[in-house]
């Protein structure tokens, strides 16, 4: 049988079979549309198949970060946290105040070494206090005795501060005066104490944009004042490395516990009005014994 003439047979058979030629079109059609089904099918099932991969794997992801975090709660002495969220804030609590304590140990070694001079000479001491950097400068280095006049010989401690600050151009700073408790709100003395050490540091090359000026008085003493050397600790100028405002502070339960306020002042009488006398009289008015008082000096204090 020739090629010419089997289309021609299978033709015949197909008819002689029952089936038209046009339900062998349809059939044909529609086995092709089936074939296109299964294949999308099974496209469809190796593409669940692999988001169920992806879906494993991420889920393996987040129970090794659950158990981490678990393990980090457990080195804070945390029993639970009420939900994820919580525990991924105090993990990125712990991370934050990891960089902050490697950021103020990087500034210790900065400071150090432009102070190396003044650090071994006893004039200058870096303290962390608070959660900030501070250098604490004694006033009896700095000023003449009951003073805000610098001393000569401050002029190399204060060249030494502002090389050194000089390291750190990204800190803003907080100069602060502070005394003793001898002379009651004495803020004129450490106001203008801080002010004269920052003017010394803007001469320096330290820019007045970084830095702010406050006289703190004897509310924020670093010592007893029931002695001698307590209150000479107290006689200070602070310079505060002011940290950023993603700053974590330390604990409540880390910091010092605050100092007792100072007493209060006792309390002025009032002036006393005169009775009315006979006409022709003037009224006159007692006047308390503590406001016939003169006024107190800026200190009368040789040790301040």
Known sequence: MSLRTFPIVCLIAATGCGVSLQDYDERTTELKRAEGRLARS?????????????????????????????KVMGELGLKSVADRDGAKRAVAEVQRARAVAAQQALEIDQLTRGLRDELELGGVRIENRGGMLRLVLPAQGLFASGTMLLDPMAKKTLDGVARALGRLPQRRLLVSGHSDDKIHGNFALTVGRARMVTEFLMRSGVEAGRISVAGMAEFEPIAENTTDEGRARNRRVEIALVPSPDFVPPPIEARPAPLPPPPAPPPIAAPVKAKAGKAGKAGKTKVPPEAAKPAQPLTDDPGI
């Open 42 to 70: 099974m496209l469809a099932e190796k593409q669940a198949q692999a988001a169920i991969a992806e879906e494993a794997k991420q889920l393996e992801a987040a129970n090794t970060q659950l158990k981490e975090i678990e």
